[in-house]
């Protein structure tokens, strides 16, 4: 069974005052607004609606928890970098993805979702910087892959890689494309490995201890 397959809604939050005690393990998805994470996370899933896709960039302004199979959490961040709200709501965004980036005890890994036409933006390399300091690991889904011709997509891959080898093994980078169902596997490892899940038959064997 897939990790994220039947993933449940839990709970939503605007504040970190409002986090849910910090029991299980938890990775967390953030990206750019329209970059493509909640399409992302809805083709891991296998669901079409587990996170809401909308048109209009910046519309998810909470955190939002999902129950995995295997009692770890998928937590949605919110889409940052949208120009048109608010300062204020602007702020609030930031003070939320740093506040739980930052001191969130039980997250054991970042998937940054980047367009793979326009990646690492000044604001994907702020989420880098908040995070990175951690320790814990970060997996680069560049997304929207199917809109590049083979060799842009290799030559985005090899780019993006290049840039981030500073922080060696603890970034590692990947294409994606939602529309082609593409790259959910290899994700899927990766997060398959944070949680300490070394294969399919971990996953069913964790799958099955509700």
Same mark, same amino acid.
């Given at each position: 069974?897939?990790?994220?397959?039947?993933?449940?809604?839990?709970?939503?939050?605007?504040?970190?005052?409002?986090l849910p005690p910090s029991d299980s393990p938890e990775i967390a998805f953030a990206g750019r607004s329209n970059a493509g994470k909640s399409s992302a996370i809805n083709t891991l899933a296998g669901h079409t609606r587990l996170a809401?896709?909308?048109? *209009? #960039?910046?519309?998810? +302004?909470? =955190?939002?928890? &999902?129950?995995?199979?295997?009692?770890?959490?998928? %937590?949605? /961040?919110?889409?940052?970098?949208?120009?048109?709200?608010?300062?204020?709501?602007?702020?609030?965004?930031?003070?939320?993805?740093?506040?739980?980036?930052?001191?969130?005890?039980?997250?054991?890994?970042?998937?940054?979702?980047?367009?793979?036409?326009?990646?690492? *933006? #000044?604001?994907?390399? +702020?989420? =880098?910087?908040? &995070?990175?300091?951690?320790?814990?690991?970060?997996? %680069?889904? /560049?997304?929207?892959?199917?809109?590049?011709?083979?060799?842009?997509?290799?030559?985005?891959?090899?780019?993006?890689?290049?840039?981030?080898?500073?922080?060696?093994?603890?970034?590692?980078?990947?294409?994606?494309?939602?529309?082609?169902?593409?790259?959910?596997?290899?994700?899927?490892?990766?997060?398959?490995?944070?949680?300490?899940?070394?294969?399919?038959?971990?996953?069913?064997?964790?799958?099955?201890?509700?």
């Amino acid at each position: 069974m897939s990790l994220f397959r039947n993933a449940r809604f839990e709970i939503s939050i605007a504040k970190t005052g409002d986090l849910p005690p910090s029991d299980s393990p938890e990775i967390a998805f953030a990206g750019r607004s329209n970059a493509g994470k909640s399409s992302a996370i809805n083709t891991l899933a296998g669901h079409t609606r587990l996170a809401y896709v909308s048109k *209009t #960039p910046g519309r998810t +302004q909470l =955190i939002n928890f &999902f129950r995995l199979n295997c009692g770890a959490v998928l %937590v949605d /961040l919110p889409g940052y970098g949208y120009a048109k709200v608010p300062e204020a709501v602007r702020r609030q965004w930031v003070a939320l993805l740093e506040g739980y980036l930052t001191r969130r005890e039980n997250l054991v890994g970042l998937v940054l979702i980047m367009d793979s036409r326009h990646p690492l *933006t #000044p604001l994907d390399w +702020q989420m =880098i910087e908040w &995070f990175a300091p951690s320790g814990r690991p970060i997996h %680069v889904l /560049l997304t929207k892959s199917d809109k590049l011709s083979r060799n842009e997509a290799a030559s985005t891959l090899a780019r993006v890689r290049r840039e981030l080898a500073r922080f060696g093994a603890q970034v590692s980078v990947q294409l994606f494309s939602s529309l082609k169902k593409q790259g959910a596997e290899e994700a899927e490892r990766k997060v398959s490995e944070w949680l300490g899940l070394d294969g399919p038959a971990a996953v069913e064997a964790a799958s099955g201890q509700k």
